[in-house]
């Protein structure tokens, strides 16, 4: 598909975020007139899940948990129910939840489905070989493009890079005419490869063929402002997102506009912007979420000036899900804090994954200059330098 997609027809994210809610209004209706008929409140649920997941949008989020809860308690673990359920959970890192969903539903887990949301399960927490063999079982019996994009994904942080785009590039070929937000995304993945060595070129022409195919996603305009601050151009980012964040409340990019503004020089109307940030993160953990962890962690390593609350928030996600990504977030805060014999501890663990990325190896330079080591500290400063030779000043986490 990706040779074809400039002559395919184009889809709108305003279009589809219109038939979205069109589709959930409809459903509810039908549903409130008979709330026994499972079907259609399932197929409800689930156009409530497609319209959380157009929007990013925390209430739609609640409709969608407050549908499977309702639907458990009616219906029981039927299969398509404990699926929704797995995903949405999985989306906020509740993983214990997402195994719930499939021990609850043995069909699911023995399923296609099933397995690959196990493989993700395993990834995350960091059963690395484990899941690239799921998905490669997956993959021969049958080659679906949301499988080919998991062990791309897996090839882009522990394997081969270039194999990781082709895999990116042979999920496009699996998708319909009528698939172009999934094109997008896709290609969206291959931008961020491309940005993750460097190539603001290559990703900004990923940027623009996701753009073009399916026009008006914020996603793609917060892609976007990535590659303009990798180039340095981070008035122009710090701008786009101001202009995406007056749809989009979300406390991640409220920090990312805070920490570009902050860059360029301009504290007072950055302060602002962090603690709207702040605020959104701790009232989110306050309510039981979990999903903003890693992301306290890094605010308060960096952004807020408080490493002791970021080893704090690290070992919480570290607690839910130890891979080589809360491993390596774990050793940055504790470096940050002065803790640097145990930042080592956890940055050697980080890197016996064999994980092959930029900001894990700067880490572990930083972590082994801090420790004496100038040799070990050349060894992974040249690393991190091989993978991604452009040191952006401020790294968006979107």
Known sequence: MAALAPALSVSTYAGELEKAQ???SALHSIALRDARDAEKRIRLAYRQYH?????????HFAAVEQSITGLLLDFGPKEDICLLKANVDGRFHRLAGVKEALRQCPSLAAGAAGRAISADVDFQEGRYEDARAALSALIEESPTWDNLARLAHWHSKLGDREAADRLYESAEDELTAKEMRSFAWLELQRGELALSRGDVDK?????????????????????????????????????????VAADQSRPELHQAIGELLAALGRAEDARSWFDSALSDYLA????????????????????????????????KD?????????????????????????????????????????ALFATAAALYGAAGNPEREAEYELAARRINPLRPAVHLHL
């Open 22 to 24: 069109s589709d959930v």
């Open 51 to 59: 319209l959380a997941s157009l929007t990013n949008r925390p209430v």
């Open 203 to 243: 990703a900004n022409v990923h940027a623009a063929r996701a753009a073009a195919s399916y026009p008006g996603h914020w996603k793609s305009a917060e892609f976007k402002a990535k590659v303009l601050a990798t180039a340095g151009r981070l008035d122009q980012a710090a701008a786009l997102l101001e202009t």
């Open 284 to 315: 989110s953990a306050l309510q039981g979420e979990v999903h903003y962890f890693h992301h306290l962690a890094d605010f308060y390593a960096d952004s807020g000036a408080r490493p002791a609350e970021g080893v704090k928030w690290a070992r």
């Open 318 to 358: 570290l607690a839910l899900r130890e891979n080589f990504s809360t491993q390596s977030m774990l050793a940055w805060a504790l470096y940050r804090n002065g803790e640097v014999r145990e930042g080592l501890h956890w940055i050697k663990r980080a890197l016996s994954s064999g994980a092959q990325e930029s």
